[in-house]
């Protein structure tokens, strides 16, 4: 499957934006999957481990066929599994080892913010305003969404883990959307997200050290809102849906919103984990987190519908001769 860079923009705004909120609902319902295994006896890296390694041996055949992927986009390659995927998991189950959960997620999801700076400054690409309130709207209802008050505490390595979080994620999004704009040169987006759990799970072996998890965890039953689930059913979920699912969809839809959107849109994934929490673990939510899932939905909403500022896109020839406008690009965790 290749997505050509006027092939993955003719597809509009609109499926852009379903691509990315499968994504959202697909990153957010891990939390909810990974919890009774950790609770049941599994260490939060260990379960990270499984997840990427699982997902890479998932997509090994997607990077047999674009085997030669690696010597075309060796440095793509690498950074998307450093930063796109062990970076972000790396720093975050750190940060939540000395601060918060709430604190780690709000400034992990302070990505849409780094990415509108990433595309102004670095990019020099123009920012549109209703971008840049959908990030403040997104930013103040997310601090709502996980109580960020109700957990204050100052680390500083635990901050600095967090931010570090942040940082990766804006990888995922820039690496995401490169190569659109090469045509027929554009690496393959399933080939950059195989090649990348591959480099993940590497990394990620090194750092969780699976030789010494409790692999009985896996063969029994875990406890779901005090329901009995097999173990391996959740670990599958993890793998199939919350990484290989949502990885794809993310790079997709990456590749036809604007950055500052599809951060933005990113953003939902914490109010979802937060719902699937309330649903499925019996987590109930307060009426803060509904009014600020309320307020990031409405910095979402926002921040989709604005459109590319002038100059940020331009038409291209298609094959048949006929131009097409080029939507903004993206970056989405």
Same mark, same amino acid.
């Given at each position: 499957m290749r997505v050509h860079a006027s092939g993955s923009r003719e597809g509009g705004r609109g499926a852009g934006l379903?691509?990315?909120?499968?994504?959202?609902?697909?990153?957010?319902?891990?939390?909810?999957?990974?919890?009774?295994?950790?609770?049941?006896?599994?260490?939060?890296?260990?379960?990270? @481990?499984?997840?990427?390694?699982?997902a890479?041996?998932?997509m090994l055949p997607v990077a047999v066929r674009h085997r030669a992927l690696p010597f075309r986009r060796p440095a793509l390659l690498a950074g998307f599994g450093l930063l796109a995927v062990a970076g972000v998991q790396a720093c975050y189950f750190a940060s939540l080892s000395r601060i918060p959960v709430g604190v780690a997620?709000? #400034?992990?999801? #302070?990505?849409?913010?780094?990415?509108?700076? @990433?595309?102004?400054?670095?990019?020099?690409?123009?920012v549109t305003k209703a971008a840049a309130l959908g990030v403040v709207l997104a930013a103040g209802g997310l601090a709502c969404v996980v109580e960020v008050w109700s957990g204050l505490s100052f680390d500083v390595l635990g901050l600095l883990f967090a931010l570090g979080a942040a940082c990766c994620q804006v990888g995922y999004f820039v690496l995401s959307d490169q190569g659109g704009d090469a045509g027929e040169d554009a690496p393959d987006p399933l080939g950059v997200i195989a090649y990348g759990l591959l480099v993940g799970a590497v990394v990620l072996t090194v750092v969780a050290r699976p030789w010494g998890m409790d692999w009985r965890v896996l063969g029994g039953t875990v406890r779901l809102d005090g329901s009995a689930v097999p173990a391996a059913a959740l670990l599958v979920w993890i793998v199939l849906v919350a990484t290989v699912l949502a990885y794809v969809t993310g790079v997709l839809s990456v590749r036809r919103l604007s950055p500052q959107v599809a951060g933005v849109v990113a953003c939902l994934e914490a109010v979802i984990a937060t719902v699937l929490a309330w649903v499925l673990l019996g987590e109930h939510l307060s009426a803060p987190q509904v009014f600020g899932g309320a307020v990031v939905l409405v910095g979402a909403f926002i921040a989709q519908s604005a459109t590319p500022a002038k100059g940020f896109a331009g038409p291209v020839?298609?094959? =048949? =001769?006929?131009?097409?406008? #080029?939507?903004?690009? =993206?970056?989405?965790?």
């Open positions: 379903g691509l990315a909120l499968v994504s959202a609902v697909a990153f957010g319902g891990s939390g909810v999957a990974a919890k009774p295994l950790i609770e049941a006896g599994l260490d939060p890296l260990h379960v990270v @481990w499984l997840r990427v390694a699982g890479a041996l998932v997620l709000l #400034l992990e999801y #302070l990505a849409p913010a780094l990415v509108l700076g @990433w595309v102004r400054f670095v990019q020099r690409r123009p020839a298609e094959s =048949g =001769g006929a131009e097409r406008e #080029l939507s903004a690009r =993206g970056t989405a965790a």
